[in-house]
């Protein structure tokens, strides 16, 4: 496609001049960090020690003092240096969702590559699953602290389509909360504390959290694939990664589990309730040592994991280049894998540099969905009725 080969060549020129930030402060602030600690720590040896002296002697106020502006030397330091690092991350985010003519190809170039090659395909760049398929397939699991956050899940490349009488929507992912993190809680209980039982009076009031600033972008951030991390309050995305639903219309009763083993790092997310299922040990050793598998019923969970449906997930897993899991509910797929990298994007970044990416990139990507389909939708032993 001659207008696909001018976008590219347009797409190098402008990614030449992008440059990630440099790592030279991460070193200065992170040694900074590490003292604020130390001092931290014997400041409160220090106010121990004091403590247990003035039993015995009432004059030993410097003691005190050194505790007092250790602690506050510690303190200040240690938020300076969050913030400068939190400052370097959100560098670092910048340049790896760095957009070049993105809007462009989204728009105008990609749903004719999709449409040139296959038909019936609804193509909506910012889309997203169904959230009723998302809750319906039991990946996720709030924990108490996300229970304390307002949550919402937020799409990208939301594909809609027929394949061989199959229906299927996936989409990139994204579960995104805001609020107060787990080491945020720890620190407001942690300076909560200081007041309470230290000299230092109401210093904390001077400090700020650094939430404003996130809940003031959030209606302009919720929309963006930006992954943010925030360190005490903001927005957080916690699980990035690729969703497919697909309903293959066949005679399924019954719920089969896949799930990866690998303790990835989003892993917490996942939902591990067994609700009444059966735990099943695959023959196949490479793939009990991956997967735990469960299933309404033992017999119907050993169709499911015949070779040909194995060797569909395995290729899927090593093209998405992370470890999925899936739930066969009621004759449809709910499959759903991490991702650390953009798909169906006319660049890639990797490390310090970006690449544009080449037609077949972008084709291989929608024809492993396809193949996936093909070969599920053909093992007929998983449909058959029990």
Same mark, same amino acid.
């Given at each position: 496609m001659?207008?696909?080969?001018?976008?590219?060549?347009?797409? =190098?020129?402008? @990614? *030449?001049?992008?440059?990630?930030?440099?790592?030279?402060?991460?070193?200065?602030? $992170?040694?900074?960090? !590490?003292?604020?600690?130390?001092?931290?720590?014997?400041?409160?040896?220090?106010?121990?020690?004091?403590?247990?002296v003035s039993i015995f002697n009432s004059e030993i106020g410097f003691l005190f003092g050194i505790a007092k502006y250790g602690f506050?030397?510690?303190?200040?330091?240690?938020?300076?240096?969050?913030?400068?690092?939190?400052s370097y991350i959100r560098k670092v985010a910048q340049f790896k969702n760095t957009t070049v003519l993105r809007k462009e190809f989204k728009q105008d170039i990609?749903? =004719?590559?999709? @449409? *040139?090659?296959?038909?019936?395909?609804?193509?909506?760049?910012?889309?997203?699953? $169904?959230?009723?398929? !998302?809750?319906?397939?039991?990946?996720?699991?709030?924990n108490l602290l996300d229970n304390l956050k307002e949550r919402w899940f937020f799409g990208d490349d939301y594909f809609k389509g027929r394949?061989?009488?199959?229906?299927?929507?996936?989409?990139?992912?994204?579960?995104k909360t805001e609020g107060l993190t787990t080491l945020g809680w720890g620190v407001v209980i942690s300076i909560a504390l200081a007041i309470i039982f230290s000299p230092l009076g109401d210093f904390g009031e001077s400090f700020d959290f650094g939430g404003g600033e996130e809940r003031s972008k959030?209606?302009?951030?919720?929309?963006?694939?930006?992954?943010?991390?925030?360190?005490?309050?903001?927005?957080?995305?916690?699980f990035r990664g690729f969703f497919l639903y697909a309903d293959f219309h066949k005679d399924f009763e019954g719920e089969v589990r896949i799930r990866t083993k690998k303790k990835f790092s989003l892993s917490k997310l996942f939902n591990f309730s067994d609700k009444n299922l059966k735990k099943i040990k695959p023959e196949n050793s490479i793939i009990d040592k991956k997967y735990s598998i469960m299933a309404t019923d033992v017999q119907m969970g050993y169709y499911v994991l015949s070779p040909v449906i194995i060797e569909a997930i395995d290729n899927l897993n090593q093209r998405l280049g992370s470890n999925l899991s899936l739930t066969?509910?009621?004759?449809?797929?709910?499959?759903?894998?991490?991702?650390?990298?953009?798909?169906?994007?006319?660049?890639?970044?990797?490390?310090?540099t970006i690449a544009a990416n080449t037609l077949d990139n972008i084709l291989n990507d929608l024809k492993i969905i396809k193949n996936l389909l093909l070969e599920f939708n053909l093992e007929n032993r998983i449909w058959m009725k029990k």
């Open positions: 001659e207008i696909f080969n001018k976008h590219i060549e347009a797409v =190098k020129t402008q @990614a *030449s001049g992008i440059k990630p930030p440099s790592k030279l402060i991460i070193l200065f602030f $992170s040694l900074l960090i !590490i003292f604020s600690l130390i001092v931290f720590v014997f400041s409160i040896l220090f106010f121990i020690i004091g403590a247990i506050l030397f510690a303190v200040i330091a240690f938020f300076i240096s969050v913030h400068q690092l939190r990609l749903p =004719k590559i999709i @449409a *040139s090659n296959y038909q019936n395909v609804y193509y909506k760049f910012d889309g997203i699953v $169904s959230e009723k398929h !998302i809750n319906d397939a039991d990946f996720f699991s709030s394949f061989e009488n199959v229906e299927y929507e996936f989409c990139e992912l994204y579960y959030k209606t302009e951030n919720s929309t963006q694939k930006v992954e943010e991390q925030a360190f005490f309050y903001g927005e957080k995305t916690n066969l509910k009621n004759g449809k797929l709910y499959l759903i894998a991490p991702m650390s990298k953009d798909y169906f994007e006319n660049i890639t970044i990797e490390k310090n």
